[in-house]
């Protein structure tokens, strides 16, 4: 199925969902009008917090606006509704202009007591009535609905109103086409719905399919002609995805990637499959989970056990969708679009998981995907993130391929930067090497593993530990902050000078005792012991692949140094 059908169907499901031909939007003020149209009251609807957060009304579906001058049904910002704004306002006379032609020509002949005095409200309203105390200054700029005065429901909420928006929403429509989303003839929307939410993206939202060039066009057809979805289908995609967008049981943050989810199943199961993908991908909500049942589920399933035997309602027959938008301008990217059974997903999930396992694990426990996302930025800011590495690793793990090589330069030329060789970085290299390269990788200290990198990196880690031990803290700059870039790409025209180095430190490790002295060359000689007994054991240059092994190698040492301290003679299961 495709992405924009998932969505149709997915719209189909929703509950309250907004019908055909409605939105929902922040609405900040109402207007009250007495029969004759004069205004009787002006009723803040936003929220007591410290925002003042307006209130998320189902109104008339909003126009699509570029550079034109098109009011909305009923409703719109005071510039339109009033000839009022808080700025300049270049425009704001020929938008109040526009919005009460337009009403009055869709009121003409009506009835309806409150659309007749919304008639005469616009007959008789002039911008220079706009004053306190009536008019709060904060009325500036916010969207404004109306009310007939003694009634509780909206103006756009009357049946004579729903039934001219009706008619006013049939105005113009185009002949019908096949639709490439639903298969059936109807009108083709010209303009799709703006997509609002994503991260990046315009405040006013972005298109996910739109033509404005001639490139982007065939065969002479204008805007939406060239992809004919109907005006329904548009509808019920862009609402599908606007109310995901809302909703944070729908929606994670995937690096630059607004990523939303929902699964086609029974309610129950629906609600527990985005739960459970929720909690995967994001500790927050696997933390709300820890407090419910499936909290032990979420563990058990991290701990590699099969779904049938987790959640075997889940197992067959909930399919699941995964889609992430980036911004691009106006517009929006599909960074990565999966849909698959979830007992696929979470197969591959376990995989992730297996392929990312180390030992020692971060300290954090199960890092969230953007965690190991902050790795590759400079800085470690989120902003910094390589904006198509995150979708191509995500699009990676729900599909089960290869991890992309950007991911593995990234996480090497970080390492080389700040030197920082941390199990989350290590982690990284470790999955790329048993997913992309069939390579054969520790969980754990391997003191048996013979791979010249791997080697290199625990003799490294060995050599750093020995400067530690001499010189304490009293160090500016460590051996691996000076020499690690080089260590790991050029080991042959760095490790005579540490090892010169080391002989140093050990002689000035003696004087406080033969212990640790003792215990580190005994660790030293295993290691080089493993070495390639040829004319120069250790080789002119490692490629990726080996300078990972390197930071492995380099991590899984380092790491025994900081679970034993005393003077003890150190054995290799010690290591």
Known sequence: MSMLASLVRAYDRLPDKVPFGYSTEKIGFCVVLDPDGSVSEVIDLRADDKKRSPRALQVPQAVKRTVGISPNFLWDKTAYVLGVTAGEGKRTAEEHSRFRERHLEWLAGETDAGLVALTRFLESWSPAAFAPPAWPDEVKDQNLVFRLAGERRFMHDRPAAEALWARVGAEGASDPQACLVTGAAAPVARLHPSVKGVWGAQSSGASLVSFNLDAFTSYGHEQGDNAPVSEAAAFAYTTALNTFLADRNHRIQIGDASTVFWADASAAAAAKAESFFCAFFD????????????????????????????????????????????????????????????????????????????????????????????????????????????????????????????????????????????????????????????????????????????????????????????????????????????????????????????????????KHGPGRAVNLEKLLTSITDLMDPGDDPIPAALGASEQALFGLGYYHQRSTFFRKHDDTPMTEASE
């Open 283 to 510: 500790t927050v909500a696997a933390e709300k989970l820890a407090t419910l049942k499936i909290g032990t589920q979420l563990e058990r399933i991290r701990q590699g056990q099969r779904l049938e035997e987790v959640a075997p309602d889940l197992a067959q027959g909930v399919r699941f969708c995964v889609l992430g938008l980036a911004p691009n301008a106006a517009r929006l990217s599909v960074r990565f679009w999966w849909e698959n059974d979830f007992g696929t997903l979470t197969a591959h999930y376990q995989r992730y998981l297996d392929d990312m396992r180390l030992d020692p694990p971060p300290r954090e426990g199960w890092p969230p995907l953007w965690r190991y996302l902050i790795e590759l930025a400079a800085q470690g800011k989120r902003e910094n993130v390589p904006p198509l590495i995150a979708g191509e690793w995500m699009r990676a793990i729900l599909s089960g391929s290869a991890y992309p090589l950007t991911l593995f330069s990234t996480v090497l030329m970080r390492i080389r930067a700040d030197g920082d060789i941390n199990a989350l970085r290590a982690s990284i290299l470790k999955s790329v090497l048993i997913r992309n390269f069939a390579k054969e990788v520790p969980v754990a200290l391997d003191p048996a593993n013979t791979n010249k990198g791997y080697i290199l990196g625990r003799l490294f880690a060995v050599y750093e530990e020995v400067q530690r031990a001499a010189l304490g803290g009293n160090v500016n700059a460590t051996i691996k902050d000076k020499f690690y870039g080089a260590a790991s790409a050029s080991p042959q025209k760095v490790f005579r000078t540490l090892d010169a180095g080391a002989q140093n430190h050990f002689s000035k490790l003696r």
